[in-house]
């Protein structure tokens, strides 16, 4: 059995750059609007058979949402829920990796993509006055996730979020500045403010690290936005 176990976005870039000695569960539901119970069951039947397979590993990564304390939907009930099952199953080697809205070279149905093929294709976007979000690059999951597996950091729950966090409406602006299309802007009245504790990562991190610093969503925006619509254009009709 691989040591990375998934093939969407996590596990291709960290099956590229795992470390030997952790076994890094990236299968699982994904989508933050999901609400099949299938889906659900599915992930927690995969941890099961993995915890059943016996597999020889010191560290346990589990990737969940920064989100899942809140328990506020269900997608985020199912994240919290799964975090006490791993608990149970890796007591002595789990690290739970908290993450918020992850961006990299994959056109899949969460925010950024979304936000970027909408303004690209001059398509009305929707955008809740209210709601704040963070970005992270996929490579800084990665290389943040590999720093906490080499410092033998477990039995925690890291909140991997960059210092910024920022209005939906401000991440709507990048992008449209950086591919050079106007939004068709429809403004909500509503909106929730993601946001969770990252002191814990501020440990383990120089304060020079790059999603420390201000300006960070701008740089993230910049490197996926335009590729991303190449990406579409390059696809089969």
Same mark, same amino acid.
């Given at each position: %059995? ?13 099956? *590229?750059?795992?470390? !030997? ?14 609400? *099949? ?10 941890? %099961? #058979? ?16 920064? %989100?899942? !304390?809140?328990? $506020? ?8 829920? %799964?975090?006490?099952?791993?608990? #149970? ?8 990796? *908290? @993450? +918020?809205?992850?961006? &990299? ?15 690209? $294709? ?30 033998? @950091? ?21 992008? #449209? ?5 106007? $939004? ?27 999603? @420390? @610093? +201000? &300006?960070?969503?701008? #740089? ?14 390059? $696809?089969?009709?």
């Amino acid at each position: %059995m691989s040591n990375v176990i998934g093939n969407g976005l996590l596990g291709r870039s960290f099956r *590229r750059l795992a470390l !030997p000695e952790a076994l890094y569960f990236c299968s699982g539901v994904s989508d933050s609007k999901e609400t *099949r119970a299938s889906e659900f069951d599915r992930e927690r039947e995969l941890l %099961m #058979s993995v915890f059943e397979a016996g597999q020889e590993f010191s560290s346990f990564v589990y990737f969940s949402s920064i %989100m899942a !304390p809140d328990r $506020a939907t269900e997608y985020f009930e199912h994240k919290y829920n %799964m975090e006490q099952l791993v608990r #149970s199953l890796f007591p002595e080697k789990y690290l739970i990796v *908290r @993450l +918020p809205q992850v961006v &990299g070279q994959v056109n899949n149905t969460t925010l950024f993509p979304v936000l970027v093929q909408r303004i690209q $294709a001059g398509l009305p976007v929707s955008v809740q006055k209210y709601a704040t979000r963070s970005l992270i690059d996929i490579d800084d999951v990665v290389r943040i996730t590999n720093r906490l597996i080499e410092l033998d @950091l477990k039995g925690l729950e890291v909140n991997c979020m960059p210092d910024e966090v920022v209005s939906v409406s401000d991440i709507v602006d990048f992008i #449209s500045g950086e591919i050079g299309r106007p $939004a068709d802007r429809i403004e909500v009245s509503d909106g929730v403010a993601q946001d969770a504790d990252r002191r814990l990562l501020h440990q383990y991190l120089s304060e020079e690290d790059p999603v @420390l @610093l +201000p &300006g960070y969503t701008r #740089s993230v925006v910049a490197k996926y936005a335009k590729s991303l619509i190449r990406e579409v254009g390059r $696809a089969p009709r």
